[in-house]
């Protein structure tokens, strides 16, 4: 059934022809090593297995590196603000209900992890300790002085005097008395009858 | 239940011949082949590298023919169908059998030769100004019509089934997909409808609509068409 253009082709042959192209088109075939490539590459990791295994040990190396980074140069002076224990709430808390602050140093320093470093020269430790003895009366707020680690090139902090807070006066509020005045009385309502109505234009 | 290869092989053997008395009916056939591959799974499952070694070899040809249908290239084709079986020895555990081993195993080759094709596409057009353009900007179709008309003294039917090849090769991915799945001979139009994920009706109209197409071009380059 040969069919060239130019010449007239039963809808059959035509169809025919698809058929027997398309099949043509498909008439492959692996060749005979193919199973064994495939048991090969059972046996064998492949690249991509490889690739994955590597980007994840780099990420989770990474991140190691940062924490680590991040622990030794991170910020090193503790501040009482960065402290909620040490923050002047806790000592005005403990002015309002009449309990002293425990004894000891107010200004808690980095005394665990400095321990651990303690060669180095920014951190401020809680180094001088208040007398254990010392009482410290209701309202009255205690600022405590860090010393300087020996070796440490800053300088010592100076002694801060104790500053006393007078205790705040309730105002009581008095308010004035309300007066209401009486309404004044309802006239009568008089309604005027109404109009003619008037014839639209 | 088959216990070797050797009783499918005397199945396909009798299928293959030309005895009509000694023919199976087709359903029967693949029902067989079914169940022998499930047999042949339950092994691999256990651990038995030699029963997937034959499942390989039984569906080579299947699954690379739907890789070759997708990417058009044999090389392709070829590392398609390899990393296919190595995904199914990977999931194999994983198999339970709701649907036959064979539509499974096509499903995942036809979902990996898509990504493959995907990719090439991709590359191609960052490679080339047009799919279906020539090097010399003419369009792949046109062309085809000017070479079949310039080589009408040929006169043979390799020249029409040249054309329709080319022809194929222009029509749209969706329906050239049905058409080449279909006209392979190789899987059944349920097959088919799992590997594309449409329903069979689908996979029916998009064959029927690439043939509609084929036989309009045909019949514009002067080939009869009613």
Known sequence: MPAVPGQVESHGAIDQAIDRAVREMMEVDTDAAFRARVLARLETPTPVTWWRTAAVSAVAASLVLAVLVFRLEGPQLDTPSSRPMDAPGTAARNSATGTPPAPGPVLRGTARRDAARPARATTIVAAAPLNANTSVPAGMVVATVAAAEPGSALEALHPIEPITIVPLEPEAIAPRAIVIAPLAPITDVQITPLSQAVDRN | ?226
């Open chain 2, 1 to 226: 239940m088959p216990e070797s290869t050797d009783s499918v092989s005397v199945s396909l053997a009798l299928m293959a011949s030309d005895g009509p008395a000694l023919r199976p009916d087709p359903a029967d056939a693949r029902a067989e082949a079914g169940a022998f591959d499930l047999e042949l799974v339950r092994r691999a499952q256990a651990g038995d590298d030699q029963a997937f070694g034959q499942l390989v070899e039984r569906n080579r040809r299947a699954v690379y023919r739907a890789a070759y249908a997708a990417l058009g290239s044999a090389d392709d084709a070829d590392d398609v169908a390899q990393e296919t079986f190595v995904t199914v020895y990977q999931k194999l555990k994983g198999f339970r059998g709701d649907a036959s081993f064979r539509t499974w195993l096509l499903s995942i080759a036809w979902r990996k030769a898509l990504d493959r094709r995907r990719s090439v596409t991709r590359w191609l057009r960052l490679t080339v100004t047009h799919d279906r353009t020539t090097p010399d900007g003419q369009d792949l179709s046109d062309r085809v019509q000017s070479t079949a008309r310039s080589q009408e003294d040929g006169l043979a039917a390799d020249e029409l089934h040249r054309t329709i090849k080319q022809l194929v090769g222009t029509l749209p991915r969706k329906l050239r997909d049905a058409l080449l799945l279909a006209g392979s001979g190789d899987y059944t139009y349920d097959q088919i409808g799992r590997m594309l994920e449409i329903p069979v009706g689908t996979v029916k109209w998009r064959v029927s609509e690439a043939r509609r197409m084929l036989k309009r071009k045909l019949a514009a380059m002067g080939y009869a068409h009613d």
